[in-house]
Antibody, heavy 117, light 109 residues
Framework: EEQLVESGGGWVKPGGSLRLSCAGSGFTFSNAWMSWVRQAPGKGLEWVGRIKSKVDGGTTDYAAPVKGRFTISRDDSKTTVYLQMNSLKTEDTAVYYC????????WGQGTLVTVTS | EIVLTQSPGTLSLSPGERATLSCRASQSVSSSYLAWYQQKPGQAPRLLIYHASSRATGIPDRFSGSGSGTDFTLTISRLEPEDFAVYYC??????????FGQGTKLEIK
């Protein structure tokens, strides 16, 4: 069974940094495109960014609000994808989900990031 | 960027009734690359439909998707109590930007 487990969420001050991890199992991780999607409290879903599989180039794409501040990377040997978040703002407060696939066919349970002074 | 507008914002129906949810795009969605997700309180979203009309694994056949171009519909033929949730549409054709609709809340009347 495909499983995704996020970790690394927590509280951080504006301007700070945080790195989220997402460990995958039950599928061929190296072939998977991995995305991050976030959801602010009481709000809808917002796509954050995506990293393609290495066989598809391993390239990354980001949503405009996070471009230049967030970086997605992957370690296929650890079946883990990362979201490095720098220069955090209060509006980055959200539950962050990692997801697999071109369309988002599997989701982790999410990890909460709170940016507040 | 393609903007997706879902309607209605809230839909109040009773179990056994038919639900029709709409998703309209600001420009044509490439090759019907549109998905629908269901989210229940405190849970992660779940993929229901991809490529506008293909059901994801394990999704009951009371869920169906249709549409092309700029107008898409999610239909639930006979509502079960567990279907009351928030539903989101998402386009994944305008790479690299994926966008979601704002959601439709399906509530029990």
């Amino acid at each position: 069974e495909e499983q995704l487990v996020e970790s690394g969420g927590g509280w951080v001050k504006p301007g700070g940094s945080l790195r989220l991890s997402c460990a995958g199992s039950g599928f061929t991780f190296s072939n998977a495109w991995m995305s991050w999607v976030r959801q602010a409290p009481g709000k809808g879903l917002e796509w954050v960014g995506r990293i393609k599989s290495k066989v598809d180039g391993g390239t990354t794409d980001y949503a405009a609000p996070v471009k230049g501040r967030f970086t997605i990377s992957r370690d296929d040997s650890k079946t883990t994808v990362y979201l490095q978040m720098n220069s955090l703002k209060t509006e980055d407060t959200a539950v962050y989900y990692c997801c697999t696939g071109w369309y988002l066919d599997h989701w982790g349970q999410g990890t909460l990031v709170t940016v507040t002074s | 960027e393609i903007v997706l507008t879902q309607s209605p914002g809230t839909l109040s129906l009773s179990p056994g009734e038919r639900a029709t949810l709409s998703c309209r795009a600001s420009q044509s969605v490439s090759s019907s690359y549109l998905a629908w997700y269901q989210q229940k309180p405190g849970q992660a979203p779940r993929l229901l439909i991809y490529h506008a009309s293909s059901r994801a694994t394990g999704i009951p056949d009371r869920f169906s998707g249709s549409g092309s171009g700029t107008d898409f519909t999610l239909t639930i033929s006979r509502l079960e109590p567990e279907d009351f949730a928030v539903y989101y549409c998402q386009q994944y054709g305008s790479s690299p930007m994926y966008t979601f609709g704002q959601g439709t809340k399906l509530e029990i009347k």
